[in-house]
């Protein structure tokens, strides 16, 4: 197969076109908040800002490196030597609500457990791309893929961070199953983790409420149910075109987090059905052209790779505006590229730089 000399275009806009999208709705959905209580309404905006420029100059970094440098046991399993030290770090620090997810450093931080998501897929594209017809084996080849995984789980659900474990879970899975894994082994697998999902949703106090108030927010309106309600007030006032940029209502601190967690819910007030049907577009075409350039390449190393990159990413997409509709119940997790954050944004387009890099590979 010829070498093609370009990247995936098509790839490269969908990705700042997110991007771009993102910084306008951080801006018109924190500008408000961040005048109260920073003196600013620039305060998120800019440092997103930072951090989307730091973030492409990565990713057109990374554009030119080959992707089979990192197919070595030398890039490997430092990768996930470093990823468990830093996410075992965050048990010395404490967050505002109690929790252990992010490592300060003055006035910088990061989030150890979107550093896990990439170098999950690392490690399973280099481990799984000779043993595709190992898979039945289940002590030499299905153990040792899940170990590392299941210890990132085990420390990312410890943070706790439900959401990015059920990530790292579920592209687990699909990674595996596109090795070839039997699919006895993943529902024995289900079954196993099964009994610690129900723990950690129905005899964890915080969890068993939002369990409660997604089956029925109108119950306590003000408490549990108050997130639910307020993401749907937003979504139902946009209608068909919203109420224009910047002119939404419900980020006036009635929203929680509409900058982060919520802010496809502002885009529905906002911009309407139109606008979030362009976002959900926009996140379609990136799953084709990278589901393309995995199933095209010829590299079981890349193609490992690029579903692993790919999946990571639009799971993610549907796990927050799933839950910005009430499909599922209220869980922290970022809108990629859109949401405000800078480890996930930096990290998504480290991967993204990563992707586009094995793309030049394909006709």
Known sequence: MAKRVGIDKWLFIVTLLLVLFGLVMVF???AVMAKERYGSPYSFVLKQSGWALLGLITMVVLMRVDYRRY???TIVFPCVAITTMLLLATFFMHDSHHTHRWIRFGPLSFQPSEIAKPTLVLFLAWFLQNRVDQLDDWRRALVPAALPSLLFIALILKEPDLGTAMVCAVV????LYLAGAQMKYLFLALLAASPVLYYMLFHVAWRRARMIAFLDPDKDPRGTGFHILQSLIAVGAGGIHGVGLMEGRQKLFFLPEPQTDFIFANIAEELGLIGTLLVVALFLMLAYRGL????????????F???GITATIVIQAFFNISVVLALVPTKGIAL???SAGGTSLFFTLLSM????????EID
């Open 28 to 30: 018109s959905a924190s």
């Open 71 to 73: 197919n070595s046991p």
């Open 172 to 175: 687990t899975a699909l990674m």
């Open 292 to 303: 393309r350039a995995a199933l095209l390449s010829t590299d079981p190393f890349a193609r």
């Open 305 to 307: 790779l690029a579903f």
């Open 336 to 338: 990629p590229f859109i």
């Open 353 to 360: 730089g990563v992707l586009l890099n094995l793309t030049r």
